[in-house]
C-alpha cells in the first residue's frame, strides 16, 4: 500500500516530470549568474578597499579604524537577509534539494511554482539582494514552506518542515517571517498570474531535454546535519503550523 507522500508523487507524476527538472534548470541559472555578479562585486570591492585603506592610513589612521571601516556591512547580501546565508556550500545539489522537499513535504507541483514567484517577489523588491549559492538553499525552504501553508490543505508542521530542509525549527520560524515580512506578505497569487508564470516556465524549458524519468528512490542528504525525515516519522499537520 502506498503511503500519502508516494500516492502524492504518483498523482502528480506527469507534472512533476516536467517542472522539477524546469525549475531546477531555470533556479540554477540563476544562481550560477548571480555567483558571477557576486564574484565581481567582490573583485570590485577589493579594489576600492585597497584604496580606501591606503587613503586613511595616509590620513594617520591606525590599522585598527582602517579594519573597522572596511569590514562595515555584509558583502553577501543586505543585512536584513543575514539569516540565509549559508557558510559553506551545500553539499547537496539543487536537484536533490528540490527531490528531497517533494519526497518528505507532500509539497504539490503549484507550491514549487508558487515558491518560485515568491522568490521573484523578493528579488524584484531588494535589487541589492543577489541569489547566489550561499543564500539561494534557505531561501528556497522559506519560499517553499510560506507555498506549502497558503496553497495545500494538509502539510508538515515547521518542525518536521525544517528537518527536511536542513535546518532547526527555531531558524525556519525566522526565515519564514523574515522571507514574508521582506514581500510586504504580498503572498495572493491570482490565476491569471499563475497561467502567466507556467506559461513562461514552458517557454522557458523549449528545446531543453529533459530526464525520461526523476527517481526518488534515494533520499539525498540535507545541506546541514539534522535527522533523517524517515526515522523521524513526519506527519501530515492542519492548522497553525509552528
Same mark, same amino acid.
Given at each position: 500500500?502506498?503511503?500519502?507522500?508516494?500516492? =502524492?508523487?504518483?498523482?502528480?507524476?506527469?507534472?512533476?516530470?516536467?517542472?522539477?527538472?524546469?525549475?531546477?534548470?531555470?533556479?540554477?541559472?540563476?544562481?550560477?549568474?548571480?555567483?558571477?555578479?557576486?564574484?565581481?562585486?567582490?573583485?570590485?570591492?577589493?579594489?576600492?578597499?585597497?584604496?580606501?585603506?591606503?587613503?586613511?592610513?595616509?590620513? !594617520?589612521? !591606525?590599522?585598527?579604524?582602517?579594519?573597522?571601516?572596511?569590514?562595515? *556591512?555584509?558583502? %553577501?547580501?543586505?543585512?536584513?537577509?543575514?539569516?540565509?546565508?549559508?557558510?559553506?556550500?551545500?553539499?547537496?545539489?539543487? %536537484?536533490?534539494?528540490?527531490?528531497?522537499?517533494?519526497?518528505?513535504?507532500?509539497?504539490?507541483?503549484?507550491?514549487?511554482?508558487?515558491?518560485?514567484?515568491?522568490?521573484?517577489?523578493? =528579488?524584484?523588491?531588494?535589487?541589492?539582494?543577489?541569489?547566489?549559492?550561499?543564500?539561494?538553499?534557505?531561501?528556497?525552504?522559506?519560499? +517553499?514552506?510560506?507555498?506549502?501553508?497558503?496553497?495545500?490543505?494538509?502539510?508538515?508542521? !515547521?518542525?518536521?518542515?525544517?528537518?527536511?530542509? *536542513?535546518?532547526? !525549527?527555531?531558524?525556519?520560524?525566522?526565515?519564514?517571517?523574515?522571507?514574508?515580512?521582506?514581500?510586504?506578505?504580498?503572498?495572493?497569487?491570482?490565476?491569471?498570474?499563475?497561467?502567466?508564470?507556467?506559461?513562461?516556465? +514552458?517557454?522557458?524549458?523549449?528545446?531543453? &531535454?529533459?530526464?525520461?524519468?526523476?527517481?526518488?528512490?534515494?533520499?539525498?542528504? &540535507?545541506?546541514?546535519?539534522?535527522?533523517?525525515?524517515?526515522?523521524?516519522? &513526519?506527519? &501530515?499537520? *492542519? *492548522?497553525?503550523?509552528?
Amino acid at each position: 500500500m502506498l503511503s500519502e507522500s508516494e500516492s =502524492l508523487q504518483l498523482k502528480h507524476a506527469e507534472e512533476y516530470q516536467f517542472l522539477l527538472p524546469t525549475l531546477t534548470y531555470a533556479l540554477q541559472h540563476t544562481i550560477t549568474a548571480h555567483d558571477e555578479m557576486l564574484a565581481q562585486e567582490k573583485e570590485r570591492r577589493r579594489d576600492e578597499i585597497s584604496k580606501l585603506k591606503k587613503t586613511l592610513l595616509e590620513q !594617520n589612521n !591606525n590599522d585598527e579604524t582602517c579594519n573597522a571601516v572596511l569590514n562595515a *556591512g555584509n558583502i %553577501l547580501c543586505p543585512s536584513v537577509f543575514e539569516c540565509f546565508i549559508t557558510p559553506d556550500i551545500p553539499a547537496v545539489t539543487l %536537484l536533490e534539494y528540490l527531490k528531497r522537499i517533494i519526497k518528505y513535504t507532500y509539497a504539490s507541483p503549484s507550491v514549487l511554482l508558487v515558491a518560485c514567484m515568491y522568490i521573484d517577489r523578493l =528579488l524584484s523588491r531588494w535589487e541589492g539582494l543577489l541569489f547566489h549559492t550561499q543564500v539561494a538553499f534557505k531561501l528556497i525552504i522559506a519560499a +517553499v514552506r510560506i507555498a506549502s501553508k497558503v496553497l495545500d490543505t494538509r502539510t508538515l508542521n !515547521n518542525k518536521d518542515f525544517a528537518v527536511v530542509g *536542513g535546518v532547526s !525549527n527555531e531558524e525556519l520560524n525566522e526565515l519564514e517571517l523574515h522571507f514574508i515580512a521582506n514581500i510586504d506578505y504580498d503572498v495572493y497569487v491570482s490565476a491569471e498570474e499563475f497561467g502567466v508564470y507556467a506559461s513562461d516556465l +514552458v517557454d522557458a524549458a523549449a528545446g531543453k &531535454p529533459q530526464p525520461s524519468s526523476i527517481n526518488f528512490d534515494r533520499a539525498p542528504q &540535507p545541506p546541514a546535519a539534522g535527522d533523517s525525515p524517515a526515522a523521524s516519522s &513526519p506527519t &501530515p499537520h *492542519g *492548522g497553525p503550523r509552528r
